[in-house]
């Protein structure tokens, strides 16, 4: 819907303050206050004034909003202006198109056909009706004068208060008529009817959707003053208004019929309904109710309301309670963009807002990090400088004892070597030289009666598992005396382990 704030992802970061929602009311005669905030069990309407200002100027209207503000220390969140019936225009439109952005731009293009004002005199907003027809939306549209949007802006504007939404009482009434309907079948159309102080406003609702508004210009007090003609005028109204609705056909007929504000007047109406030859007779039933008894109200308010009788409140409480429910916004576009801007301007500075707490949060991690292994290396160098000399000893005595330790464990190696070597030796063979190093690498030099000796002779070192890598570096075939005698050089390396 047009005109409508967009849902911000970054409210979750808003303080979570008390809510307050403060409810402006003005008619040609009375300005009426009222505000509040959700509690615990469901929405509390904390305070209610009302007051004569058809001999005020508008800088006064500001100052009675300022002074009520101050006196109770409301600091509202969202400040509503309700703008009565009287002042707007509705109508019933069927658009050719079921295209939300497309039924945007028609509204927007024709809406000044149903008003003798020009386009940029007019301030507007609708609503689409949930309809099963395909072809086309039904429409439910709202136009004020633009003289009448400027001057509630400047009234807000001079009491310091920056309007959230200028709203319709039909959208918040239509849930209170809902809920004193419970309990009773219905099959057609509710009505609700609100009979205030200076007109009365019918509220059609069909399932659970506003179909039908329309202001019937006789209210409390012209039923007071002249009882008779009024009560004439009103029937008269009111049957032209239900007439009108049936006609349009955007909903079912009407079923039943509540009736609320200055309840006193709906026993005159029940009797006209129950006159034969009322065009309603036996098709609409009409029932009154308290609407006190649908809201949560503080004592003071309920105190208020009760010395109040000339006043109704049940507009403002209904606005109060189902603000959430007040889908119409005739604030002045202009006003409507700023809020935009504002609240565009308040994200990106909450955006902001985070990414600095997001960088100052990695800062202090890291500067704890710096800090605590600052701590640390300070405690290993008290306990390095402390032990450093210590450990230095010790590491001259490790490193002597494994000196030891490995002379101890190479020592008489060679003897074993020897000890070895000497059991393969006969008769057939002697040695000559035997050469040993420290890194178990072993020569062995020496003459056999045949060459089929010294290749026995390597074998028999090679399957001992006490060398390793035995390889015939030499041989070498020779005559000693009458006898034929092989020389031989043999290189071989101590296996591991040994």
Same mark, same amino acid.
């Given at each position: 819907?047009?005109?409508?704030?967009?849902?911000?992802?970054?409210?979750?970061?808003?303080?979570?303050?008390?809510?307050?929602?403060?409810?402006?009311?003005?008619?040609?005669?009375?300005?009426?206050?009222?505000?509040?905030?959700?509690?615990?069990? +469901?929405? $509390?309407?904390?305070?209610?004034?009302? %007051?004569?200002? &058809?001999?005020? !100027?508008?800088?006064?209207? /500001?100052?009675?909003?300022?002074?009520?503000?101050?006196?109770?220390?409301?600091?509202?969140?969202?400040?509503?202006?309700?703008?009565?019936?009287?002042?707007?225009?509705?109508?019933?439109?069927?658009?050719?198109?079921?295209?939300?952005?497309?039924?945007?731009?028609?509204?927007?293009?024709?809406?000044?056909?149903?008003?003798?004002?020009?386009?940029?005199?007019?301030?507007?907003?609708?609503?689409?009706?949930?309809?099963?027809?395909?072809?086309?939306?039904?429409?439910?549209?709202?136009?004020?004068?633009?003289?009448?949007?400027?001057?509630?802006?400047?009234?807000?504007?001079?009491?310091?208060?920056?309007?959230?939404?200028?709203?319709?009482?039909?959208?918040?009434?239509?849930?209170?008529?809902?809920?004193?309907?419970?309990?009773?079948?219905?099959? +057609?159309? $509710?009505?609700?009817?609100?009979?205030? %102080?200076?007109? &009365?406003?019918? !509220?059609?609702?069909?399932? /659970?959707?506003?179909?039908?508004?329309?202001?019937?210009?006789?209210?409390?007090?012209?039923?007071?003053?002249?009882?008779?003609?009024?009560?004439?005028?009103?029937?008269?109204?009111?049957?032209?208004?239900?007439?009108?609705?049936?006609?349009?056909?955007?909903?079912?007929?009407?079923?039943?019929?509540?009736?609320?504000?200055?309840?006193?007047?709906?026993?005159?109406?029940?009797?006209?309904?129950?006159?034969?030859?009322?065009?309603?007779?036996?098709?609409?039933?009409?029932?009154?109710?308290?609407?006190?008894?649908?809201?949560?109200?503080?004592?003071?308010?309920?105190?208020?309301?009760?010395?109040?009788?000339?006043?109704?409140?049940?507009?403002?409480?209904?606005?109060?309670?189902?603000?959430?429910?007040?889908?119409?916004?005739?604030?002045?576009?202009?006003?409507?963009?700023?809020?935009?801007?504002? %609240?565009?301007?308040?994200?990106?500075?909450?955006?902001?807002?985070?990414?600095?707490?997001?960088?100052?949060?990695?800062?202090?991690?890291?500067?704890?990090?710096?800090?605590?292994?600052?701590?640390?290396?300070?405690?290993?160098?008290?306990?390095?400088?402390?032990?450093?000399?210590?450990?230095?000893?010790?590491?001259?005595?490790?490193?002597?004892?494994?000196?030891?330790?490995?002379?101890?464990?190479?020592?008489?190696?060679?003897?074993?070597?020897?000890?070895?070597?000497?059991?393969?030796?006969?008769?057939?063979?002697?040695?000559?030289?035997?050469?040993?190093?420290?890194?178990?690498?072993?020569?062995?030099?020496?003459?056999?009666?045949?060459?089929?000796?010294?290749?026995?002779?390597?074998?028999?070192?090679?399957?001992?598992?006490?060398?390793?890598?035995?390889?015939?570096?030499?041989?070498?075939?020779?005559?000693?005396?009458?006898?034929?005698?092989?020389?031989?050089?043999?290189?071989?390396?101590?296996?591991?382990?040994?």
């Amino acid at each position: 819907m047009p005109g409508e704030p967009s849902k911000s992802f970054l409210k979750f970061m808003k303080f979570s303050a008390p809510s307050v929602t403060l409810v402006v009311s003005l008619g040609s005669e009375i300005l009426k206050i009222g505000h509040g905030q959700m509690g615990p069990g +469901g929405f $509390l309407i904390e305070g209610v004034a009302a %007051e004569d200002v &058809s001999k005020k !100027t508008d800088a006064e209207i /500001s100052h009675i909003l300022l002074l009520y503000c101050q006196a109770r220390k409301v600091v509202p969140t969202q400040a509503l202006c309700l703008i009565p019936s009287k002042q707007f225009i509705f109508k019933n439109v069927d658009i050719p198109s079921t295209e939300k952005e497309e039924v945007s731009k028609i509204i927007d293009l024709q809406a000044g056909r149903f008003t003798p004002y020009g386009r940029d005199e007019i301030v507007i907003d609708f609503v689409c009706l949930e309809s099963l027809v395909q072809h086309f939306t039904s429409v439910l549209l709202f136009i004020v004068n633009r003289k009448i949007a400027d001057r509630l802006a400047a009234i807000f504007q001079g009491a310091r208060l920056q309007t959230e939404k200028v709203v319709i009482a039909s959208d918040c009434m239509a849930t209170t008529y809902i809920e004193a309907a419970k309990g009773a079948p219905l099959k +057609g159309a $509710l009505g609700g009817l609100h009979v205030g %102080e200076e007109y &009365s406003e019918l !509220t059609v609702i069909d399932g /659970s959707q506003v179909v039908f508004v329309r202001n019937i210009p006789v209210g409390a007090t012209a039923l007071k003053k002249n009882p008779e003609q009024a009560r004439n005028d009103f029937t008269q109204e009111l049957n032209r208004s239900i007439s009108a609705y049936h006609d349009q056909g955007v909903g079912q007929q009407v079923e039943r019929l509540w009736v609320t504000g200055f309840t006193e007047s709906s026993v005159a109406l029940e009797e006209e309904f129950r006159k034969p030859d009322s065009p309603y007779f036996g098709k609409i039933e009409v029932s009154s109710f308290d609407y006190r008894k649908y809201f949560n109200v503080s004592q003071s308010v309920m105190g208020i309301v009760q010395q109040a009788p000339q006043f109704s409140f049940f507009e403002i409480f209904s606005v109060l309670a189902h603000s959430d429910q007040a889908k119409v916004n005739l604030l002045l576009p202009e006003l409507k963009l700023r809020r935009r801007v504002r %609240e565009s301007s308040r994200d990106i500075l909450g955006l902001g807002i985070l990414i600095m707490a997001v960088f100052l949060l990695a800062s202090l991690i890291m500067g704890s990090k710096i800090y605590f292994r600052k701590i640390v290396n300070q405690k290993l160098d008290q306990v390095s400088e402390k032990f450093g000399e210590e450990a230095k000893r010790l590491e001259v005595v490790s490193t002597k004892n494994r000196i030891v330790k490995k002379l101890i464990e190479s020592r008489g190696k060679e003897l074993t070597v020897l000890n070895v070597i000497n059991g393969f030796i006969g008769d057939d063979l002697y040695l000559s030289q035997v050469n040993y190093s420290s890194e178990g690498n072993v020569s062995i030099a020496g003459t056999a009666a045949s060459m089929s000796r010294v290749f026995a002779f390597v074998t028999q070192l090679m399957q001992s598992n006490y060398f390793s890598k035995v390889e015939t570096k030499e041989t070498k075939s020779r005559k000693e005396g009458k006898d034929d005698v092989a020389d031989f050089v043999i290189d071989c390396v101590l296996a591991k382990g040994f």
